[in-house]
């Protein structure tokens, strides 16, 4: 399974800023190994972040996003205390779901 | 780390142990320094941690003090590369016990400074005396640590309600993902299977003196600029002056221009850092900067609040953090860019 999200979420003036750092590879479909075969494409397809079980952001990655994305994006009304869940899903069909408390 | 930094270290090392020679065989050269002198130079903090000063930083206190001062050039969890390779990433609880990092022995990975950390005390020294860079030896002892614990949760070598003291660093040493990885076997390029050099401290019968048996040929000489004005004005290496036959321009461009309280401020300031004359640093030249704003009568008065307030994008998405100075010296220092450069 891939490695945990980094994600932290702070409210400021009744808006929530979370920073997320992504662990994956991130594999184009273009690039060839060492011995010139095809590396398979691996990435993110979909991200999306919820706050108490409403959909903040939702988004569609493609293969042009680099090996271990970051991701920052806002949103108001959320509280200190409560939690932002960031889930990912990659064209393998693998899934993975972290989340913060708003501090 | 930072060769500059490494060289102060050793230039500070070297003032202090040589003071006492100067002063029996050049009689009124120098002086001895003060205790409260070589106390200011001597902050090191060695792998035995000797030199660690008392303190304690946890973990939250870490993320918060990186928030605000950090992660501006490295990122919000150090993986920027952008000024610097990052800080963290890379390492995984494989390597935590094996005290290896695995990656490291794959060609083309990316290197963060966690990957090949071998010494704890270095991590923590280096910021104390090097960061953030543009206001460095402006932590408190206790920043350091929370800054070095949070680096270490970062990367999992120490859970998230860790607090580090001068008293576990040894247990956290321990588990320094690359603590084996240390060694002196190999020199900055392989030829052969062999390392190009292999330096050892020579102090007595070091064999031949060196000779010089070929030069930088004549064609070549000028085609990087004049080397000896391109480098510092302390250390050894001067690099080849290429206003040799004309001294008296080199000598102006060694000696420190007539004192200009405006370029003083800029330096005490620490814009200079940042901000060559004529070449960009982490910021545009000087001379770049009043060239643009050259016919702008209201670039004065917004340059001011933009140096006081920080921010990007003009020149690219490198940002310039706020500055602290009083209304009046930014206007000086803006309008000594503008009008003398």
Not at chain 1, 26 to 35: F, L, P, S, V
Not at chain 1, 75 to 90: A, H, I, L, R, S
Not at chain 2, 230 to 243: C, H, K
Request: hydrophobic share 40%.
């Amino acid at each position: 399974m891939a490695d945990p999200m980094r994600i932290r979420a702070t409210v400021r003036d009744g808006v929530v800023n979370v920073k997320v750092l992504m662990s994956h590879e991130m594999e184009t479909g273009q690039r060839k190994d060492a011995a010139g075969k095809l590396v398979p494409a691996h990435y993110i397809r979909s991200v999306s972040a919820t706050y108490q079980g409403k959909t903040v952001l939702s988004a569609q990655w493609g293969p042009a996003i680099a090996k271990n994305p970051y991701l920052e994006f806002s949103f108001k009304g959320g509280q200190k205390g409560d939690k932002v869940v960031v889930t990912w899903e990659d064209n393998k069909g693998e899934k993975r779901s972290d989340e913060a408390t708003i501090s | 780390m930072s060769r500059w930094v490494k060289w102060m270290a050793v230039a500070a090392a070297g003032l202090v142990c040589t003071q006492a020679a100067a002063q029996s065989r050049y009689p009124g050269v120098g002086r001895t320094a003060t205790p409260a002198e070589i106390a200011a130079w001597d902050i090191d903090v060695r792998a035995d941690f000797k030199g660690l000063p008392p303190g304690s930083g946890s973990v939250s206190r870490g993320e918060a003090v990186w928030e605000a001062k950090c992660a501006s050039c490295h990122g919000s969890f150090g993986e920027s590369n952008m000024f610097f390779p990052p800080i963290i990433g890379g390492t995984r609880a494989e390597d935590i016990v094996r005290g290896r990092v695995e990656a490291l022995a794959r060609p083309g990975e990316q290197r963060s400074t966690l990957m090949k950390l071998s010494q704890i005390s270095t991590l923590w020294d280096y910021i104390n005396r090097a960061m953030p860079f543009n206001a460095p030896k402006t932590l408190t002892a206790d920043e350091v640590y929370a800054l070095t614990a949070y680096i270490l949760n970062q990367g999992d070598v120490v859970p998230a309600n860790f607090v580090l003291t001068e008293r576990n660093m040894a247990e956290v040493q321990q588990r320094l993902p690359n603590r084996n990885g240390l060694t002196r076997d190999h020199g900055l390029w392989e030829t052969r299977g062999r390392p190009d050099v292999k330096a050892f401290a020579c102090m007595a019968n070091c064999g031949p003196e060196p000779r010089i048996v070929s030069q930088l040929p004549d064609h070549a000489r000028g085609s990087h600029g004049d080397l000896a004005a391109q480098n510092r004005l302390i250390g050894p290496v001067r690099g080849v002056s290429l206003t040799q036959g004309a001294p008296a321009a080199a000598a102006v461009a060694a000696a420190p221009a007539a004192r200009d309280p405006a370029r003083d401020l800029a330096e005490k300031s620490g814009c200079l850092a940042c901000h060559g004359a004529k070449q960009r640093v982490v910021g545009p030249a000087l001379a770049e900067i009043a060239a643009k704003y050259r016919n702008d009568g209201g670039a004065e008065a917004r340059l001011v609040a933009k140096v006081k307030s920080g921010g990007q994008g003009v020149w690219g998405n490198v940002p310039m953090p706020p500055s602290q100075l009083q209304e009046q010296d930014l206007r000086t220092l803006v309008r000594w860019i503008l009008n003398t450069h």
